[in-house]
Each structure stands twice: as C-alpha cells, then as structure tokens.
C-alpha cells in the first residue's frame, strides 16, 4: 500500500469544564489518590451540552482549515469519524456540515464509525479514495462528548472519560512512499466494552430508570487489557514488516486508554520511551478524539516526512495500526 494523503491542518480543543482527579474521588467518595492511581487521570473536560458540542466542532474545523490555508469550498469530502452519535438519523457528518453553515453546502459526507480507532480507519478509507481519485481534499472530525454516558457505579470506566474535540484537513498527493493500516477485529471481545441500549436490540422506547446501566458505557478493563496481551504483539509485528521499519525509528501515537493500560502497551510492545507520546494525564481518554488529539500537538514538533506509529484497541474487540509519514 503506498500513502495517498498529506495531514495539512490540524487542531483540536477541549471543553471549558474542567474537573481533577481529587474532584471525581471526593465526588465518589473514593480513597484519595483513587483515580489518579487507577486511571492515570489527572484533569480531565466535561462538555456542557449540545451547544458547546456544536460550538467547539465548529471551532476545530475552522481552525484546521486555517492551519492548512484552506477554505470550506477547498473541501470535497467530510468524514466524522466519532463514537458519539448526534441522533439515529441523518448521520454526524451531515450535522456537522449543517453545524459549519452555508459555505458546507453540498460537500460530500460520510461517518466512518469504529469506536476508539475511528480517526485511524477514517484515515485509511480516505487514503483509499484518494487513491481512486474520488476525492481530492477531507475534512476528518472527531467530536467526542462521551462523559454524558458513564456510569458512575463503575468508577473505573467513569473516571477515566474525558470530552474533547479534533479536526484534520488532509490532501491528497501523488504516489507516495509505503504505508500501511491493519485493523483487525476478534468478536471474542465484543461485550468487554459496550452499551447494550439505543439501538435495535434494545430500543430507546424500552428505556426506564430501572435499566439505566444497560444505556450507560460499560467496560471490563482487565478482559480488555489480556486480549490486547494476546493478539497486539503480532499485529505490531505485521505493520513493521510491510513497512520495513524499525520500532525506534518511528514516533508512537497510542490510542489513550488508560494509564495503566498505556503503560502496558509500552513495555509490553518493546516501544521507546522517548518516541511513545502520551498525555491522558491531562485530558482523559477522548474515544476516537485521542489518537489525533495527541498526534496535533506531536505534529507540530516534527518535520515533514517524519514516520508515524498510531497503535490502539477499541470496542469490538479491536485493534489497529498504521505507519505513515507525516
């Protein structure tokens, strides 16, 4: 596979609530040091509300475009790339080009939904459309409000959640060096993270308070963490074998699970310290948003052509890679 694509803008942005670590544990009436010690979670931002969605959606895109020198009408595609769903009906990515007015119109669109790794397969479909030459220019946003549907008997999923918001501009180039995406997914692991309520199985007219946990995030941590044990070294192996690449070589941008979870991966994997970029500490784990959260600022401190690891696991259970420069 070779890399069809350049990232050219980027930005992201975080909620005004912010709430720390020793806030949740007095707020739960947990030991103090709880959270921090279980999730790594220092600070993390909670949205307000709809309109602080809305606001800080078109707030990333606006500041994306301006970071690549682009406009709207330079767009020809628009990928949401969320686990946070807006409503059933129509999709995220066509309420975010209402949410970006007038100069949006008629902008192809499209949701590309895989809970976590969302930014990583929406960067690998682009990748592919560009390389049909259906498309030319995409607008990816990861717009992520996931606080709102914790349970709070469950601490160790509660606390760690955080709200945040990206967007990326992407351009497509002509033949470009090897890359690679994986994604695999292996359905051992696909009630470890879940919520059973809102879709077809379990419909939102059957909701009473009665079943409020089954419409809440629900996560088994440790079945999490022994899968990604089992089946990750190998995919990390495949992706540095198509690419010829070597571990220390490339920058690593991991999904921000947890800091347990991140710590892991890392020693787990043989990963560099020095190259393994993560700040979960600051923020949370942002769903879909943390991979080009972290990977906006990282950006910005490499040069063009830098290669780039961007490793996770998300509901499903799955798990994905990619190597490209940047």
Same mark, same amino acid.
Not at 116 to 132: D, E, K, T, Y
Not at 195 to 216: D, I, K, N, T, W
């Given at each position: 596979?070779?890399?069809?694509?350049?990232?050219?803008?980027?930005?992201?942005?975080?909620?005004?609530?912010?709430?720390?670590?020793?806030?949740?544990?007095?707020?739960?009436?947990?030991?103090?040091?709880?959270?921090?010690?279980?999730?790594?979670?220092?600070?993390?931002?909670?949205?307000?509300?709809?309109?602080?969605?809305?606001?800080?959606?078109?707030?990333?895109?606006?500041?994306?475009?301006?970071?690549?020198?682009?406009?709207?009408?330079?767009?020809?595609?628009?990928?949401?790339?969320?686990?946070?769903?807006?409503?059933?009906?129509?999709?995220?990515?066509?309420?975010?080009?209402?949410?970006?007015?007038?100069?949006?119109?008629?902008?192809?669109?499209?949701?590309?939904?895989?809970?976590?790794?969302?930014?990583?397969?929406?960067?690998?479909?682009?990748?592919?459309?560009?390389?049909?030459?259906?498309?030319?220019?995409?607008?990816?946003?990861?717009?992520?409000?996931?606080?709102?549907? %914790?349970?709070?008997?469950? &601490?160790?999923?509660?606390?760690?959640?955080?709200? =945040? #918001?990206? *967007?990326?501009?992407?351009? !497509?180039?002509?033949?470009?060096?090897?890359?690679?995406?994986?994604?695999?997914?292996?359905?051992?692991?696909?009630?470890?993270?879940?919520?059973?309520?809102?879709?077809?199985?379990?419909?939102?007219?059957?909701?009473?308070?009665?079943?409020?946990?089954?419409?809440?995030?629900?996560?088994?941590?440790?079945?999490?963490?022994?899968?990604?044990?089992?089946?990750?070294?190998?995919?990390?192996?495949?992706?540095?074998?198509?690419?010829?690449?070597?571990?220390?070589?490339?920058?690593?941008?991991?999904?921000?699970?947890?800091?347990?979870?991140?710590?892991?991966?890392?020693?787990?994997?043989?990963?560099?310290?020095?190259?393994?970029?993560?700040?979960?500490?600051?923020?949370?784990?942002?769903?879909?948003?943390?991979?080009?959260?972290?990977?906006?600022? %990282?950006?910005?401190?490499? &040069?063009?052509?830098?290669?780039?690891?961007?490793? =996770? #696991?998300? *509901?499903?259970?799955?798990? !994905?890679?990619?190597?490209?420069?940047?």
């Amino acid at each position: 596979m070779n890399q069809h694509f350049k990232i050219i803008g980027s930005a992201r942005a975080l909620p005004r609530k912010a709430i720390s670590a020793a806030e949740l544990d007095c707020r739960l009436g947990l030991p103090p040091g709880w959270t921090a010690r279980h999730t790594g979670v220092l600070m993390r931002h909670h949205c307000s509300g709809p309109e602080e969605a809305e606001q800080l959606t078109r707030a990333v895109c606006t500041h994306a475009l301006t970071d690549a020198g682009r406009s709207l009408a330079d767009i020809d595609l628009i990928v949401d790339a969320s686990l946070c769903i807006q409503q059933p009906i129509p999709y995220n990515a066509a309420l975010v080009q209402e949410i970006l007015g007038p100069a949006a119109s008629g902008i192809s669109c499209l949701d590309v939904h895989a809970s976590c790794l969302g930014f990583v397969v929406a960067l690998n479909v682009v990748n592919g459309l560009f390389a049909s030459g259906n498309a030319q220019r995409a607008l990816i946003v990861c717009a992520e409000t996931h606080s709102q549907g %914790v349970n709070w008997k469950e &601490p160790e999923s509660a606390c760690l959640m955080g709200d =945040g #918001t990206t *967007a990326y501009v992407v351009e !497509a180039v002509s033949r470009g060096n090897p890359c690679s995406f994986l994604v695999e997914t292996f359905a051992e692991g696909a009630h470890l993270c879940e919520v059973r309520g809102g879709g077809h199985r379990l419909p939102p007219y059957l909701y009473s308070e009665s079943m409020r946990p089954a419409f809440q995030f629900h996560m088994d941590g440790k079945a999490v963490h022994k899968l990604a044990s089992r089946h990750l070294p190998q995919l990390l192996a495949k992706v540095l074998t198509q690419t010829s690449r070597r571990l220390d070589e490339l920058t690593t941008i991991p999904h921000q699970a947890s800091g347990p979870a991140l710590d892991l991966m890392r020693r787990r994997l043989g990963l560099p310290e020095d190259r393994f970029h993560s700040s979960i500490a600051e923020h949370g784990n942002l769903v879909a948003a943390g991979i080009p959260y972290v990977l906006d600022a %990282v950006r910005r401190r490499l &040069p063009a052509g830098s290669p780039i690891l961007l490793l =996770g #696991t998300a *509901a499903g259970y799955t798990q !994905a890679a990619a190597v490209f420069e940047l």
